[in-house]
Nanobody, 122 residues
């Protein structure tokens, strides 16, 4: 089982990025999806989550209105659209998948990717 993140990079403040999370070896459509991030010297923090059908979605207050989580189960891929990036957004972004929605939101267990770096700088 493998989750592979991509799409990170360097962007100016106010810019945008789209992150990808590709799942290999699991039935992606039966798993809840979440994104977390971790900046240097800080604990990992929840960013966004979506249930298999995207009926349920949740966002951290710090990204509401700027980030959008989505998924294409047929392509075994999840997405995080990040708009209006700010100086507090740089971090390594991780995706995680879990059969349980509460667990995927808390980051407890499940499958994790290796992360993709997002840098915001002018």
């Amino acid at each position: 089982v493998q989750l592979v993140e991509s799409g990170g990079g360097l962007v100016q403040p106010g810019g945008f990025l789209r992150l990808f999370c590709t799942a290999l070896g699991i039935v992606f459509g039966t798993h809840n999806l979440a994104w977390f991030r971790q900046a240097p010297g800080r604990e990992r923090e929840f960013v966004a989550a979506a249930s298999p059908s995207s009926y349920l979605t949740d966002y951290a207050d710090s990204v509401k209105g700027r980030f959008t989580i989505s998924r294409n189960n047929g392509k075994e891929t999840g997405y995080l659209q990040m708009n209006n990036l700010k100086s507090e957004d740089p971090a390594v972004y991780f995706c995680t998948a879990h059969p349980s929605y509460p667990n995927v939101k808390s980051g407890s267990g499940g499958y994790w990717g290796q992360g993709t770096q997002v840098t915001v700088s002018s």
